[in-house]
T-cell receptor
Framework: QQQVKQSPQSLIVQKGGISIINCAYE??????FPWYQQFPGKGPALLIA?????SEKKEGRFTISFNKSAKQFSLHIMDSQPGDSATYFC??????????FGAGTQVVVTP | ETGVTQTPRHLVMGMTNKKSLKCEQH?????MYWYKQSAKKPLELMFV???????ENNSVPSRFSPECPNSSHLFLHLHTLQPEDSALYLC????????????FGPGTRLTVT
């Protein structure tokens, strides 16, 4: 049973556009929601994370929006650049160590 | 070396072979993890070690055997694997309880023939 559902599976956006990736979860005990970015040939790297007491967190061009009542959270990449082309994973965790990952979204930013 | 390193980066093995994957973290962390990454599927947590003690084993077949000799090193011993075990195996580390951020290595691409 997949605990974190991620969509879309892939996304193509023009340079300067906005990329939006959505995730939904069922377990209300999750208390940590990170996004990881993975480039080909590399392991995932933490991009940005949020806890459920905050509805939005912004770091540079990356923003997480969190909707606790809907059990959804999303990643927005503003002013998308070709260097943002990567696979993005959402995840959720109860306590340390047990990250439950979404299936990933491959983002391609065209010049 | 910095961060989390994994060797080998690529491995091809037959179903009757025995091989080991190695992970080393240079971050002073005290928790280490093995994940399996298959195409278009979520990362699957396989094993968690905290302070060199296994604290999680997610119903992984016994043909995968982890070993954590100290807080900096983690091994995954492989024997009599199946073709469906072909995947990218990722190692990660974290500072342990209370710190959620995990740092991943580049992975070992395993192909079972």
């Amino acid at each position: 049973q997949q605990q974190v559902k991620q969509s879309p599976q892939s996304l193509i956006v023009q340079k300067g556009g906005i990329s939006i990736i959505n995730c939904a979860y069922e377990n209300t005990a999750f208390d940590y929601f990170p996004w990881y970015q993975q480039f080909p040939g590399k392991g995932p790297a933490l991009l940005i994370a949020i806890r459920p007491d905050v509805s939005e967190k912004k770091e540079g061009r990356f923003t997480i929006s969190f909707n606790k009542s809907a059990k959804q959270f999303s990643l927005h990449i503003m002013d998308s650049q070709p260097g943002d082309s990567a696979t993005y994973f959402c995840a959720a965790s109860i306590g340390w160590g047990k990250l439950q990952f979404g299936a990933g979204t491959q983002v391609v930013v065209t010049p | 070396e910095t961060g989390v390193t994994q060797t080998p980066r690529h491995l091809v093995m037959g179903m009757t072979n025995k091989k080991s994957l190695k992970c080393e973290q240079h971050l002073g962390h005290n928790a280490m993890y093995w994940y399996k990454q298959s195409a278009k599927k979520p990362l699957e947590l396989m094993f968690v070690y905290s302070l060199e003690e296994r604290v999680e084993n997610n119903s992984v077949p016994s043909r995968f055997s982890p070993e954590c000799p100290n807080s900096s090193h983690l091994f995954l011993h492989l024997h009599t694997l199946q073709p469906e075990d072909s995947a990218l195996y990722l190692c990660a580390s974290s500072q342990g309880q209370g710190n959620y951020e995990q740092y991943f290595g580049p992975g070992t691409r395993l192909t079972v023939t």
